[in-house]
């Protein structure tokens, strides 16, 4: 089974940020996950739109970028002009979320929607067929290591579900205390792209933990 491995740069050395994308260029992973943090849509601050245009002038690989943020229609055509190639927003954080997607996608971005756990999938019943992607948060937003929610399989079965009721092309992507352990049984339950962040930049050799993660399945 292919799928897209996108390791999330919030738990890497920051101090040698080129050094880490440099990694991931050469690594297998397939895309690179940034998360965008403002302190007041989840208790974190993290980067920022200089931030991700640094990183896209020496990455070689999509830049997956997770707006938890207030307000994100703002940031639109920054974030864009930064180079992403899919941008994320939150349900939970978009007003007017049909007309957010519309200004991803004539941005020229993929346009994705986060979920937060607590979040059921039905919301997206209007929305499934205009988004090439749905973020299941399986875990709180806000931090990185924070542990996997066990009823998140399920949540991703009925996610699915929807996706294939609705004649959907929607990928479904994972983030969030993710590890080896988890991917097998994610990917069976329909997932298409999966978020590492501290299972891989905290282990001994994140190459060759990019490495195992694609010979998962």
Known sequence: MSFILAPSILNSDFVN??????????????????????????????????IVSAIHAIANKPLDVHLMIINPYR??????????????????????????VEQIKSNGMKAGIALNPHTPVNVLEELITEVDLVLNM?????????????????????????????????????????DLTHS?????????????????FKSKSPAETIKKFKEIY
């Open 17 to 50: 940020l080129s050094h880490e994308i440099e990694m991931l260029n050469s690594s297998e992973a397939d895309w690179i996950h940034l998360d965008i943090m403002d302190g007041i849509f989840v208790p974190n601050i993290t980067i920022g739109q200089p």
């Open 75 to 100: 940031f639109i055509e920054d974030f864009s002009k930064a180079g992403a190639y899919m941008l994320t927003v939150h349900y939970e954080a978009c007003t007017h979320l049909h007309r957010t």
């Open 138 to 178: 399986t875990v709180n937003p806000g931090f990185g290591g924070q542990k996997f929610i066990e009823a998140s399989y399920d949540k991703i079965k009925r996610l699915k579900e929807l996706i294939l009721s609705k004649n959907s092309k929607a990928l479904i992507e994972v983030d969030g205390g993710i």
């Open 184 to 200: 097998k049984r994610l990917l069976e339950s329909g997932v298409d792209v999966i978020v590492a962040g501290t299972a891989i």
